[in-house]
């Protein structure tokens, strides 16, 4: 079965971190470009980091860039996301996925996996 698992998100205080993982099956994840999206209550889903395929070139968003280093372990077929400095601002529903290319995470294709909440908060 095709999938991509999320895991490693809680509840952490401001300026904590958490390390977000996603772990595919049935398929390799090294083939293709890949990230991290967001979707925050009431928000849409937004691209937060992704990671190109063929050099590992990275793209993160205004929001995160400085504070989050995404990363990948094709030997172990993974996708990983460091947050440091965690703010509430970034409390959301994490989801790993593959994009046509990282550049901006542009055009998401595939499913969706149920994702990881993580929430930022005193």
């Known amino acids: 079965q095709v999938q991509l698992v999320e895991s490693g998100g809680g509840l952490v205080q401001p300026g904590g971190s958490l390390t977000l993982s996603c772990a595919a099956s049935?398929?390799?994840?090294?083939?293709?470009?890949a990230g991290w999206f967001r979707q925050a209550p009431g928000k849409e889903r937004e691209g937060v980091s992704c990671?190109?395929?063929?050099?590992?070139?990275?793209y993160y968003s205004d929001s995160v860039k400085g504070r989050f280093t995404i990363s990948r372990d094709n030997a172990k077929n993974t996708l990983t996301l460091q947050m440091n400095s965690l703010e509430p601002e970034d409390t959301a529903v994490y989801y790993c996925?593959?994009?046509?290319?990282?550049?901006?995470?542009?055009?998401?294709?595939?499913?969706w996996g149920q994702g990881t909440q993580v929430t930022v908060s005193s």
């Open positions: 996925t593959t994009v046509r290319t990282y550049y901006y995470c542009s055009g998401h294709f595939g499913s």
């Open positions: 049935g398929w390799n994840l090294s083939y293709y470009d």
């Open positions: 990671i190109s395929s063929h050099d590992s070139s990275t």
